[in-house]
């Protein structure tokens, strides 16, 4: 299921990056990897605040839709 979906407050584990080279290598960077614990802290305006070790990061809903729990 799509990490945009989750609920706010559950953690979960990544299964999938999806998206152009681009995009994963922007998500990797910023530790959204597979096997990752990542936790829906909040969302607004479009955009998510996600927990992914042991930072919080705010990322558009068009990337958060490429990320795969």
Not at 7 to 36: Q, T
Not at 47 to 67: D, T, W
């Amino acid at each position: 299921m799509p990490l945009v979906s989750v609920p706010k407050g559950r953690c979960l584990s990544i299964k999938k990056i999806d998206g152009n080279d681009e995009i994963k290598r922007f998500l990797n960077h910023l530790g959204f990897i597979e096997g990752a614990a990542v936790t829906v802290v909040s969302e607004s305006a479009g955009n998510m605040i996600l927990k992914i070790k042991e930072s919080r990061v705010g990322i558009e809903k068009n990337l958060v839709k490429k990320i795969y729990v």
